[in-house]
């Protein structure tokens, strides 16, 4: 999926920016200070009935305090990003009430009902979906959608025994294979529901989707009213329970 999140391409390009400008910063002042020390050395063992031309030391000097401002040009530009930034976390107060669709493969199970959705990116011929409780625990696993392409599962919260699960954040795992047995890599899971906080933790913007609290810069998409045509719980079948170690592997 594109990610057209404002707050993530922020941060994304002033990290690469800074990152950037400290490695060029440090370059620049080990060059510097080599180059001081040749030339203290070279004038202090000049010749004294032959000096040494210092017009090409006056145009080494200016090449360093030219680079020297374009790194400070970087700077400021990486200081405009940083607001640009900040500025794109404040907006995030807009999510509120909105409904929005985060990268994450962690969902709260709340009154028998939580949801997810997964997009293969090439047909598979088999899938399942691998269910785990907070403690890492595999507590059901359904056959899933085989096409490319993005699926929704809505599962019931019980497991392959029909027993009802407790309310909490549970995991999805999809694990595909092509045709030819190889494991798909590269499948995204995601979660959705009404954004019904915001808030500011170290610098970074956390929203509330669904009742769990994931950073602002997973949300992939926003839209005013809720998703289509709710999909009925899936129960976890009990024969796939002996197929399960083969399938997590």
């Not at 808030?199 to 289509?228: C, D, F």
Request: hydrophobic share 35%; charged share 15%.
């Amino acid at each position: 999926m594109t990610d057209l999140n404002p707050i993530a391409q922020a941060q994304q390009a002033a990290a690469s920016v800074s990152q950037n400008t400290t490695t060029s910063m440090k370059g620049l002042s080990d060059n510097f200070d080599t180059f001081l020390t040749l030339l203290t050395s070279q004038l202090q063992n000049q010749d004294p009935l032959s000096p040494m031309d210092s017009q090409e030391f006056v145009s080494q000097l200016v090449q360093f305090s030219s680079v020297e401002q374009q790194i400070q040009s970087t700077q400021a530009i990486m200081a405009l990003l940083n607001v640009q930034a900040a500025l794109a976390q404040l907006s995030s107060v807009d999510y509120i009430g909105k409904y929005a669709q985060v990268e994450t493969s962690a969902a709260m199970l709340s009154e028998g009902r939580a949801e997810w959705s997964y997009e293969l990116p090439q047909e598979a011929s088999s899938n399942q979906l691998v269910i785990t409780n907070a403690q890492g625990a595999t507590v059901g696993t359904i056959n899933g959608q085989t096409g490319a392409g993005e699926h929704r599962l809505v599962w019931d919260g019980t497991d392959g025994q029909g027993n009802t699960l407790p309310d909490g954040v549970y995991t999805l795992e999809v694990v595909a294979f092509d045709a030819d047995g190889q494991r798909i890599n590269g499948v995204t899971v995601t979660v959705g529901g009404r954004v019904t906080g915001v808030e500011l933790n170290n610098g970074q913007a956390i929203v509330e989707v669904g009742g769990m609290k994931v950073p602002a810069s997973r949300i992939i998409r926003l839209r005013e009213t809720p998703p289509e045509p709710q999909t009925p719980p899936v129960t976890p079948d009990p024969s796939d329970d002996e197929n399960e170690p083969e399938a997590v592997s």
